[in-house]
């Protein structure tokens, strides 16, 4: 079984829909969570950290939930320009820090 | 802004050669990793480095080495290059905090084709 489990997609959505994207991680000792976006044929970047009370950034909102250790990522009101791969990414506390990126799911938005 | 960059964007070596690929950052940022990207099974870590001259092996280290000299620069070599290292080899940094995890900047990426 894998650390982080996403969903593979792709998701294909109409722009203005609200897209939902999880991710689930087995391990209780992770302590810290994110997501990245990759576009195409790009590096992964930072989009947003992931809090237990939940967090919001314009469209985008992140949601952690340690007791079933599972993350979320809404997107309202998507847009051509959210078309990307959406990466989960762990931290563990394991002596020292242990990064685990999620194998993404790619996102297609379409007009 | 944090600037990662890597030696190549693209590479085609043949089975046999030795590789190297090198990543300079300009953050002075304690923390440098290799990950290699394969469809469907996201970044896996090769090996990253927490100070000069310090390595540590990550989930995939068999068939890598990896070099840090100077702070900046973080070397990823494949002593005998084979065609099941054909990948997406991507370079990170970042600072050394005591707590919780902190944020991955990337390079662009590395392409390599082993024929």
């Known amino acids: 079984r894998k650390e982080v489990e996403q969903d593979p997609g792709p998701f294909n959505v109409p722009e203005g829909a609200t897209v939902a994207f999880n991710c689930t991680y087995s391990n209780s000792a992770s302590q810290s969570f994110f997501w990245y976006r990759q576009d195409c044929r790009k590096e992964p970047k930072l989009l947003m950290s992931?809090?237990?009370s939940g967090n919001e950034d314009g469209r985008f909102t992140a949601q952690l939930n340690r007791a079933s250790q599972y993350i979320s990522l809404l997107i309202r009101d998507s847009k051509l320009s959210d078309s990307a791969t959406y990466l989960c990414?762990?931290?563990?506390?394991?002596?020292?820090?242990?990064?685990?990126f999620g194998a993404g799911t790619r996102l297609f938005v379409k007009a | 802004d944090v600037k990662v960059t890597q030696s190549s964007r693209y590479l085609v070596k043949r089975t046999g050669e030795k590789v190297f690929l090198e990543c300079v950052q300009d953050m002075d940022h304690e923390n440098m990793f290799w990950y290699r990207q394969d469809p469907g099974l996201g970044l896996r870590l090769i090996y990253f480095s927490y100070d000069v001259k310090m390595k540590e092996k990550g989930d995939i280290p068999e068939g890598y080495s990896v070099s840090r000299e100077k702070k900046e620069r973080f070397s990823l070599i494949l002593e005998s290059a084979s065609t099941n290292q054909t990948s997406m080899y991507l370079c990170a940094s970042n600072r050394l905090v005591l707590a919780g995890g902190n944020e991955q900047f990337f390079g662009p990426g590395t392409r390599l084709t082993v024929l």
């Open positions: 990414v762990v931290i563990q506390r394991t002596g020292g820090f242990k990064t685990i």
């Open positions: 992931v809090y237990s």
